[in-house]
């Protein structure tokens, strides 16, 4: 995949799924279960989607595409991680297990598109 569109898609992903628990508190709860600390939860979204929409205004040099592999690679590690250790601890839901296959797909997609373009160094 070329990874400009790759960022901008990955990007959109972030950004939707951090503006969902935003905009509809109650529809994200019922996928995903209640949850105690709204704030926490509110802050997370945010935070996601300030990282999507990086990604998405990824300049499409190789600085740029840098930045936004960098961003995905570490939002979807991130993601992944918690979904692996707190599925199985009972503390969210299974229906994280899909969100942990999806970033399982952003992290297959980054390596794929191998190395990018060497960094050019300014006198």
Known sequence: MDPLALARAHGL????GGVWPLLSLRTFEWVCGPKTDEWLLK????LLA???WSMLRASPGAEGLRHARRLGVGT?????????VYVPLGRIRPTYLIDAATEIAWLT?????????????RA
């Open 13 to 16: 992903f972030n950004v939707l």
């Open 43 to 46: 802050t997370c979204g945010g």
């Open 50 to 52: 300030t990282a999507g």
């Open 76 to 84: 979807a590690v991130t993601l992944l991680v918690i979904d692996l």
């Open 109 to 121: 997609a980054w390596w794929r598109t191998g190395r990018l373009p060497a960094r050019t160094v």
